[in-house]
Each structure stands twice: as structure tokens, then as C-alpha cells.
């Protein structure tokens, strides 16, 4: 007999540790041997609920039938109470831009984090962050991938992977494609299950992504972002040290407008640009080798130019690149000699220059102010 939420439910309420109410349950998902639980916590006490969640998690491993648990805490006020907002949950535009955020510390064993972001979907994001990732391998980097778009995971199918992660001592072992580490939501969920979780929610199954995970020695995490400057940019540029983000834009004006937001919810954050892509760039025919630029073609570097950021290159549009991405065998490591995989180690030089341009160090976490 498969478990049910019910079965969950029942064990929930029989638990007798310490500080434990079944009314914190906020949230209950349960696939067939996946358990998540979301619990809602006052945000002024949620800083000091970690053992009792991770004790929750534990008890509900020990159940039969179960093989991977996911507790989360939300922090959100419980019914009649007026919610503080966290640092996490406040507007990018309440950050004063001459303040530095206080972040979280340094991912144990990763010792540079990239965010690859863009301002909509669309535009090819999550193909770019996956061959520049492999195009860092090349480069002779230790490289693993994040995926953090909890409602639209995409780092499964692009890397042709399934099944659910092992977990050893309370920690998820990533999974592994052509020597890339890869976390994701869509190892834990079926792949046509629908996330339908608040904020507060995906805040907290992300940073347990990042940090309950043995990404093991990494010279670099690429983070594939969801579209958009909401909740998980807000995590992500708050609460670890990301030495930058890179946006992804197709050459086109209104892709261009929405990378600018991109551009400045990092800027007021104090993340620095590392560079803007430009993806989709002109089409060349097969057969009679005429240029198309069906998106319009040299916009991303005109606005890099304007905004006064480094232009990283051009990923042309190219049946080849989407179909190796269908098939989860990325064009940079399918076909690495190829033109097309050219255009992505380019674009990985680029970035390396700008970590190793004294604006960065590679080999080097920058330094944090930790505040109060």
C-alpha cells in the first residue's frame, strides 16, 4: 500500500517533541514515497524552530514507506496576526542602494556562486546557464548547477535526469550528468506535478536547496533563476554571497525592457553584473547560409554598452542547440568542437575574465558585512 497524506497526517499528530503543535502544519505534499511539509511559524521565532524542524524531518523519514522528506519552514504570521515582512520578503526598492544587504554566509565546499537571470521567460535562460556551465567545466572548472525555478523546474530535462537524490545524514547527495552536480525541485516532484506554494514556501525549500545539499569542493555554482525580480532573486541576493549575476536577453526591444529590470533589482541589491548575453541571436539558413535576424540581432550589446555593462556575447538561433537540449544532451557536450559550442566557451572566457579581472576573485569568496 502506497503512503497517503492521511497516513502523514495521522504520524503528525501523534508526534510528542518538544515545542511541536500540529497547528504549525501550514502545507502537506505527499508523491507516493515524497513527503513535504511546509510549517508556518511566526518570522520572529522562525531563526530558532530549525531543531525542531529538523526533528520533524527525521521522525517523518522513519516512516515506512518513505523515502525522501522535505520540511520547510514559512515564515508567516499564524491567523488574526499582522505578518512582518522578513528581509527576504521586502521590496527591492525598500533596499538602500549605498547599504550593502546582509547575506547569509558561504555555501560550505562552493567557492564562487553565479546567478544566470533574465527579466522574462522565454528567452532561453535555463538552455544558456546549462552550456555555460559546461563551458566552465571545459575551462577546467569544478561547475555544479542549481536549479532554483521551484514552479518550473527545467535542469531534468535539459540534462536527461530523473529519480529522487540520496540522502546521507540529513543531507541530499546532487545528482551528476557528464560531471556537472545538478539539484533541482524535479528530482523531488513528478515531472507534471504543479507547485502551488506562497512565497514564503519557495523561500525556504530553495535555501534548503543550497545549503542542506553536499555539493562536495566546487569552484563555481551556476544558479539557473526563475523570470522575474521576485522572492527567489530577493533570497538568492540576500542570503548567500553571489559574486554576480549574468542576464540572458533575446535582441529584441521588448525582451530588452524586461532584462533592464533585471539589470537594476541587481544593482539595488548591490549584486554585480557581470555581463549581459545575448541569446537568439541572428539565424543562418542550413541550406543557402542566409542571415536572418528574425529577433533582430546586436540589441543585448547596445544595451550592455548603454548600460555601461560588459557585453559577454551572441548565441545564435539554432535548431541544433534546441534540439540537444530536448534530447538532455547540452550542444556543449554533445557536439564540443562545434561552432555552436564555440559561441558558449566564448562567452565562459568572457565571464572568467571578469572574475579574474580584479573585480573578482576567482579563487576567493568576496567579503561580507554582517550586520547587528
Request: with cysteine; aromatic share 4%.
Amino acid at each position: 500500500m502506497s503512503l497517503t497524506s492521511d497516513d502523514v497526517l495521522r504520524h503528525l499528530q501523534s508526534l510528542e517533541i518538544k515545542g511541536w503543535n500540529p497547528k504549525l502544519i501550514g502545507g502537506l505534499h505527499v508523491d507516493q514515497a515524497r513527503v513535504m511539509l511546509a510549517l508556518q511559524v511566526d518570522p520572529a521565532l522562525a531563526s530558532g524552530l530549525e531543531p525542531l524542524r529538523a526533528e520533524v524531518e527525521a521522525s517523518l523519514a522513519s516512516l515506512e514507506g518513505v523515502e525522501t522528506v522535505q520540511v520547510v519552514l514559512t515564515a508567516e504570521a499564524g491567523p488574526g496576526k499582522a505578518s512582518t515582512p522578513t528581509q527576504a520578503q521586502r521590496p527591492a526598492q525598500q533596499a538602500a542602494p549605498a547599504q550593502q544587504p546582509q547575506r547569509g554566509g558561504p555555501i560550505p565546499g562552493v567557492q564562487t556562486i553565479i546567478a544566470v537571470a533574465s527579466g522574462k521567460g522565454g528567452v532561453g535562460k535555463s538552455t544558456t546557464a546549462v552550456n555555460l556551465a559546461l563551458a566552465l567545466q571545459a575551462r577546467g572548472k569544478a561547475v555544479g548547477i542549481l536549479d532554483a525555478d521551484i514552479y518550473g523546474p527545467s535542469m531534468p530535462k535539459l540534462l536527461g535526469l530523473d529519480g529522487k537524490p540520496e540522502v546521507e545524514d540529513n543531507r541530499m547527495k546532487p545528482k551528476e550528468k557528464i560531471g556537472i552536480k545538478v539539484m533541482s525541485m524535479g528530482f523531488l516532484i513528478e515531472e507534471d506535478t504543479a507547485m502551488i506554494w506562497r512565497g514564503p514556501m519557495v523561500q525556504s525549500a530553495l535555501l534548503q536547496m543550497m545549503r542542506q545539499v553536499d555539493w562536495g569542493p566546487l569552484d563555481v555554482l551556476v544558479v539557473d533563476m526563475p523570470p522575474g525580480t521576485g522572492d527567489v532573486q530577493l533570497t538568492m541576493a540576500q542570503q548567500v554571497p553571489l559574486a554576480g549575476a549574468v542576464i540572458v536577453s533575446t535582441p529584441q526591444d521588448l525582451a530588452l525592457l524586461d532584462a533592464k529590470k533585471g539589470i537594476t533589482m541587481f544593482r539595488k541589491v548591490n549584486v554585480p553584473v557581470l555581463g549581459l548575453i545575448e541569446n537568439m541571436s541572428s539565424f543562418i539558413c542550413p541550406n543557402c547560409q542566409h542571415e536572418s535576424p528574425i529577433f533582430g540581432h546586436g540589441g543585448a550589446e547596445r544595451e550592455a554598452k548603454r548600460l555601461s555593462i560588459p557585453f559577454l556575447g551572441a548565441v545564435p538561433l539554432e535548431m541544433a542547440i534546441r534540439e540537444t537540449s530536448d534530447s538532455g544532451q547540452p550542444i556543449v557536450a554533445s557536439d564540443a568542437q562545434g561552432p555552436h559550442a564555440a559561441a558558449y566557451l566564448a562567452i565562459a572566457d568572457a565571464l572568467l575574465a571578469q572574475l579574474d579581472g580584479g573585480k573578482k576573485s576567482w579563487f576567493k569568496l568576496p567579503k561580507i558585512s554582517f550586520s547587528g
